[in-house]
């Protein structure tokens, strides 16, 4: 059996992930990060009475320090990670003319130098086991969005990120899987303007079980077969 760390662990697509990882039987053991995740006994217990043993770890991941609580949190325990999804991550709708170096900085600090900080400290774990990184990137690091510039930036770096990475691990039979999800139907996203939100409303969005299952279906594949890009998108969405 195979252990598994999970970023943005406490709702959404990640939370989604870690019940079906355990309803399935695809780890043993699973790490589950968020800012504030060890206060939450009900998903304990969920783990517990499959059988799973869980790991909660209280992490900014936009943070040095918060990467590294992660990794010395798991360590402590004698874990080794065979599976590391990426899925930590935020979005804020501003036009550049209103942006500032704060939110730029959180933004990127997150879903950039955190993902890829993160992925160097648990590098030669994936390596020694031949695992399989799994990076959420979005749509978005396809196609921009008025509104979205730093967000899609930061999507759209994830992608080179991951195309890199493959390139430096595929001949240690590490697996890095890129899967960029459309609009899914989670509280994400902040300062979003009433136009978004109608937007939104018209789509008949993706649920996070969704791209759960999508995840699932990948880490499932053979260790030779490795599916490299998903773009999952709600079949009425246009881009």
């Given at each position: 059996?195979k252990i598994?760390?999970?970023?943005g ?17 695809i ?16 998903l ?9 043993e ?11 320090d ?13 874990w ?11 979005g ?6 209103d ?6 900085n ?13 992925t ?8 020694d ?14 196609k ?5 510039s730093?967000?899609?930036?930061s ?16 001949s ?5 899987i890129?899967?960029?999800?459309g609009?899914?139907d ?33 880490l499932k ?5 490795s599916?490299?890009e998903i ?9």
């Amino acid at each position: 059996m195979k252990i598994a760390l999970i970023t943005g662990a406490s709702k959404g697509i990640g939370y989604h992930i870690a019940k079906k990882m355990a309803e399935q039987k695809i780890v043993n053991k699973i790490v589950l990060v968020a800012r504030n995740i060890s206060s939450n006994s009900e998903l304990g217990n969920y783990f517990k009475n499959l059988g799973i043993e869980p790991l909660f770890v209280d992490a900014d991941l936009s943070t040095r320090d918060g990467a590294d609580r992660v990794y010395e949190n798991v360590k402590k325990n004698g874990w080794v990670i065979d599976i590391l999804i990426n899925n930590a991550g935020r979005g804020i709708f501003n036009f550049l003319k209103d942006e500032s170096f704060e939110t730029i900085n959180e933004i990127i600090s997150l879903n950039v130098t955190g993902l890829i900080y993160l992925t160097s400290l648990f590098i030669q774990d994936l390596i020694d086991n031949k695992g399989t990184i799994v990076n959420i990137a979005s749509v978005a690091g396809r196609k921009g969005f008025a509104g979205l510039s730093v967000y899609c930036a930061s999507k759209w770096a994830v992608v080179g990120f991951s195309e890199s990475l493959r390139d430096e691990l595929c001949s240690k039979n590490v697996r890095v899987i890129t899967v960029e999800p459309g609009l899914v139907d989670t509280d994400w996203g902040e300062n979003l303007p009433e136009g978004f939100k109608e937007y939104k409303k018209s789509v008949k969005m993706l649920t996070p079980e969704d791209v759960a299952e999508t995840i699932l279906f990948v880490l499932k594949q053979p260790e030779h077969v490795s599916l490299n890009e998903i773009l999952i998108r709600p079949t009425n969405q246009p881009r």
